[in-house]
Nanobody, 120 residues
């Protein structure tokens, strides 16, 4: 079964950090562009960040630039999202998906999501 599996979500105070992981099962992430998306209650799902499978170049939504960092480890078949200086407005379910370009995806692969809650 080909799937993506996210982990690392949780409850964190404003200003805190979390690291999300996206692991591939049944296929190799190497060569695929991978993205992180988030869906907050009452809002549309939006792209947060993409990382190229070709050259490792990255894209970020303006709302997270300077705070979030996307990375990949092809040897571990995983992509990560390091989230620092978290704000309450970052609260959402975070999904990884493939492929990803210009913060959008055609959705060949989706994970099940991981909840991130930023609250004091």
């Amino acid at each position: 079964q080909l799937q993506l599996v996210e982990s690392g979500g949780g409850l964190v105070q404003p200003g805190g950090s979390l690291r999300l992981s996206c692991a591939a099962s049944g296929f190799t992430l190497g060569g695929w562009s991978i993205g992180w998306f988030r869906h907050a209650p009452g809002k549309e799902r939006v792209g947060v960040s993409c990382i190229s499978g070709r050259d490792g170049s990255t894209e970020y939504a303006d709302s997270v630039k300077g705070r979030f960092t996307i990375s990949r480890d092809n040897a571990k078949n995983a992509v990560y999202l390091q989230m620092n200086s978290l704000k309450p407005e970052d609260t959402a379910v975070y999904y990884c998906a493939a492929p990803c370009r210009k913060l959008t995806t055609r959705g060949d692969y989706w994970g099940q999501g991981t909840q991130v809650t930023v609250s004091s």
